[in-house]
């Protein structure tokens, strides 16, 4: 469809060096953020799921990407607390 | 109610990150006098009292580095540099000062009043001037992505304007609860694992069963299983995936690459304009959760207390206690459907008589108030939020009419 109709965007694709995981955490207020709620999330879990990562040892968003991922397949593990009741 | 509200089945929203208005689609005005953009001649002082003028000279990357404040205290600097400070009105001309505040360089904070040339933002500006863009899309507090992001959700940020936020078993529901308590169907759809989920680590702590991951949103698309409403965050890191391949982060964060974020827009629209049956049911709206410290020429309007309040020691701007009764910075905001005319601008503040205000409350407002209808408890903000779903029209656009994007 996207090719035979008129009004077609071409969408420009970013440039090779966007990629930078190695970007200091401290450049980004949002991910530290992010590091910081997932460690105290983190503390709530069965100490088998616990990462046993020290999050002050995250210096890049490379980093940062694998903490949270670690965490948060924790949390689909653990399958959460509660469930959200259908209505009667 | 339209047929265009008659055919409407789904709502997603796709929430980015950190830029203004103004930076994104500041230079629409040419192109549409209707659009509140700039005119070219907005300035702020720099910190040597020389004019910093906006030039279209923003760049996708390398730019905005250091991440420009965008915390509380920051942020009422940006409003209120050479004013005694609220309740009158802002100056809107501290967002100069506020930059050359983390890196002492004047050069670099001029920076800040950069935007960019229609041209170079051809996703964003194509949707802007195909559908509904808002020139009255306000962030919900003068403060960072986190309390923000909370008003989409909750309708509120339970008193928050940090990003210190935990918001699980408050007195209010999160959109999702409401809707799947009532026998619908909702999700928040994050990129991956190594991205997640932002701004509801409780809810995906205690619910992770309204979560879905970006691959199950394409594949929800294309098979028409998308639920009635649909939250989508972007990539937020840098990162590899399961394959080695490099993902680079799509929220157009900064320093994060905005050229990639536009790749991510185009993909999240071209999954439901390819779906028939979904284009024709659907609305998308892509909104930015806060204007992340860049410079955008519109006052913030004041708005209904919401309730609550924070302290100076909360706000961090000695004396200020704020009550949530004013609006944070302006943000992109466009809504799509083939139910909405072409070149639609919905007026804002530059329009008293016919200008509505739009914010981040409105998000829940009009999910509730369309698949709900009369719902409480809200809160005050919600409760008096516009709503968007009454945009769309009778009349639906031939396919030929709307575009596709080529990714």
């Given at each position: 469809m996207a090719d035979t109709i008129a009004n077609f965007i071409p969408v420009p694709k970013p440039s090779p060096d966007a990629y930078r995981p190695e970007r200091p955490l401290e450049r980004n207020a949002l991910v530290q953020a992010q590091v910081k709620h997932f460690h105290a999330v983190e503390k709530?879990?069965?100490?088998?799921?616990?990462?046993?990562?020290?999050?002050?040892s995250i210096k890049t968003e490379g980093e940062?990407?694998?903490?949270?991922?670690?965490?948060?397949?924790?949390?689909?593990?653990?399958?959460?607390?509660?469930?959200?009741?259908?209505a009667r | 109610m339209t047929l265009g509200q008659q055919n409407l089945k789904h709502i997603v929203v796709l929430m980015m990150e950190n830029r203004s208005f103004d930076h994104m689609l500041g230079s629409l005005k040419a192109a549409d006098?209707?659009?509140?953009?700039?005119?070219?001649?907005?300035?702020?002082?720099?910190?040597?009292?020389?004019?910093?003028?906006v030039m279209p000279l923003a760049a996708f990357q390398s730019q905005l580095d250091p991440d420009p404040d965008h915390h509380f205290p920051a942020v009422h600097k940006q409003l209120y540099y050479g004013t005694s400070g609220p309740p009158g009105p802002p100056s809107m001309n501290g967002f100069v000062q506020s930059y050359y505040?983390?890196?002492?360089?004047?050069?670099?904070?001029?920076?800040i009043m950069y935007y960019f040339p229609e041209s170079k933002l051809p996703v964003l500006t194509t949707l802007a001037r195909n559908y509904a863009v808002f020139n009255g899309w306000f962030s919900s507090i003068p403060g960072p992505t986190l309390c923000n992001r909370a008003f989409a959700h909750y309708g509120t940020s339970f008193g928050q304007v940090s990003m210190d936020v935990f918001y699980y078993n408050k007195q209010y529901l999160s959109i999702y609860e409401r809707l799947v308590n009532a026998g619908h169907s909702a999700k928040v759809y994050y990129f991956d694992m190594a991205s997640s989920s932002l701004e509801v680590v409780n809810l995906l702590k205690n619910q992770p069963q309204l979560f879905g991951s970006y691959d199950q949103f394409l594949q929800d698309c294309k098979s028409g299983a998308l639920p009635q409403y649909s939250f989508v965050e972007p990539n937020y890191t840098d990162h590899a995936a399961d394959s080695g391949a490099e993902q680079i982060a799509s929220d157009q964060h900064p320093d994060h690459d905005v050229q990639q974020g536009e790749v991510f827009i185009a993909t999240v629209y071209n999954a439901i304009r390819k779906n028939p049956d979904l284009w024709k049911s659907t609305a998308l709206l892509v909104v930015y959760d806060e204007h992340g410290g860049i410079y955008d020429h519109v006052h913030p309007?004041?708005?209904?207390?919401?309730?609550?309040?924070?302290?100076?020691?909360?706000?961090?701007?000695?004396?200020?206690?704020f009550?949530?009764?004013?609006l944070g910075i302006r943000v992109p905001a466009i809504l799509i459907s083939p139910w909405i005319a072409k070149g639609t601008v919905v007026a804002g503040p530059e329009d008293p008589a016919n200008g509505r205000t739009f914010e981040h409350a409105s998000i829940p407002a009009t999910a509730t108030s369309f698949f709900l209808g009369d719902y409480s408890p809200r809160s005050p903000r919600e409760e008096k939020a516009e709503t968007f779903h009454n945009l769309l029209s009778d009349v639906m656009r031939a396919e030929a009419d709307c575009p596709v994007f080529g990714v």
């Open positions: 709530d879990l069965p100490a088998e799921l616990q990462s046993g990562i020290d999050v002050t940062a990407s694998k903490y949270i991922r670690r965490v948060t397949e924790a949390i689909h593990k653990h399958g959460g607390a509660g469930k959200v009741q259908r | 006098p209707r659009i509140n953009a700039l005119t070219g001649t907005e300035s702020n002082p720099d910190t040597t009292n020389e004019p910093a003028k505040d983390q890196e002492k360089n004047v050069s670099h904070s001029r920076k309007p004041a708005c209904l207390p919401d309730g609550f309040s924070a302290t100076p020691d909360q706000t961090g701007v000695p004396g200020l206690t009550s949530f009764d004013r």
